[in-house]
């Protein structure tokens, strides 16, 4: 839900939707919000040594000296690995351990879809809902067959041939590991709190076109479906079309990266989603500063704010500073969707 205290409050701003406002003057370095565990993250394939599962921490490239073989995470302590067991639970681990073995199987086909450059237009938010519902109704059928247990002689829903090949088919094609991570952690933060997953992320500004190209669409549909096939059976209610179409609406313009050295640390190690966080508008001369303390977000006042002036980060990470206002204005069209005309940009315009 909005964050909401003595400080702050989150309300409509007449051409920025929503934004976080004071409710108060609060003095410089004022700590008003701590944003808890993310919703969804995902640290990247290629630094999965090197970063913790659990605290997000990273010691300048090295491999972390804690490993869980069976799941692929590394931590940078017993403590932390300890944590990440009672927090993802044995129906956590067991996802992730059917993750590990279903991209290791598929070593010769794995894919990056992050890096690679766009080909072709994005599609719009027809074609984008046409295919979600067309790869929900394949995920519906698989979650009714999977849903009958193996043992029990009472007739259940047997797949067709069709649908064996077209499952088949599904788990042939090439597979990204970010994107199946990505998707496999919001699942599993619905399934421990569903009511407040809803209420946090269901109601976050969603993007309805936030696939680059028509290949990146087609692999967050793949990606569902073959963790559909994968994932533990008590999984299931919560591996929906739905639920992953609005992670992957809600990351496009609300996530966070997850940078070593702090936001505007060289190393772009992954990125998570952070519900309550998110309200904070953009201005490239931010009144509030954010800091990552493990897998959480602190948020302070940068100077002094008055009574209902709008607080605001920066969505650069730092960048804005040696950045022009065309290069600014550029760069937040391009990954974000709109043209930036805080104070700052309107001076320098």
């Known amino acids: 839900m909005p964050p909401s205290s003595a400080l702050i409050a989150v309300q409509d701003i007449p051409g920025a939707g929503r934004g ?11 700590h008003v919000l701590d944003s808890p565990r993310p919703a969804a993250h995902v640290i990247f394939r290629q630094y999965r040594k090197e970063v913790c599962a659990q605290c997000f921490g990273y010691d300048r490239g090295r491999n972390l000296p804690v490993k869980d073989n069976t799941t692929g995470k590394v931590f940078c302590s017993e403590a932390c690995r300890e944590n990440w067991i009672r927090d993802e639970d044995e129906l956590g681990a067991g996802a992730w351990l059917a993750l ?18 766009s080909v072709g237009d994005k599609p719009g938010e ?4 046409s295919r979600w519902e067309e790869a929900e109704k394949i995920a519906s059928i698989h979650r009714q067959v999977r849903s009958v247990d193996a043992s029990d002689p009472r007739p259940g829903i ?3 041939k069709g649908h064996r090949r077209t499952m088949q088919n599904v788990c042939s094609q090439p597979v990204d590991p970010d994107i199946l991570a990505y998707l496999l952690s919001g699942m599993l933060s619905h399934r421990q709190a569903p009511e407040r997953w809803d209420a946090e992320v269901a109601t976050l500004a969603m993007d309805p076109e936030p696939y680059k190209d028509n290949a990146d669409l087609e692999a967050h549909c793949n990606a569902f479906l073959q963790l ?8 299931l209610e919560s591996c929906t079309g739905q639920i992953c179409q609005t992670i992957s609406n809600a990351s496009s313009h609300n ?6 050295g702090g936001e505007d640390g060289e190393e772009y190690m992954g990125y998570s989603l952070y519900p ?8 490239c001369l931010p009144n509030i500063s954010k800091v990552r303390v493990g897998r959480t977000w602190q948020f302070r006042t940068a100077r002094e704010v008055v009574e209902g002036e709008q607080l605001c980060i920066t969505y650069l990470g730092g960048d804005e500073k040696d950045l022009t206002v065309e290069e600014r204005r550029q760069r937040l069209k391009g990954v974000w ?7 700052r940009c309107r001076n320098e315009n």
């Open 20 to 30: 976080v406002l004071a409710q108060q003057n609060i003095p410089a370095n004022t």
């Open 100 to 117: 590990e073995n279903f991209v290791k199987s598929k070593s010769k086909a794995v894919v990056s879809t992050l890096s690679q450059c």
């Open 126 to 129: 027809r074609a984008v809902l």
């Open 158 to 160: 047997r797949a067709d």
């Open 228 to 235: 559909a096939s994968i994932v533990p059976r008590d999984l």
């Open 255 to 260: 996530s966070f990266g997850i940078r070593a």
């Open 276 to 283: 309550e966080a998110s309200y904070f508008n953009h201005s």
């Open 337 to 343: 969707g709109f043209e930036c005309m805080c104070e």
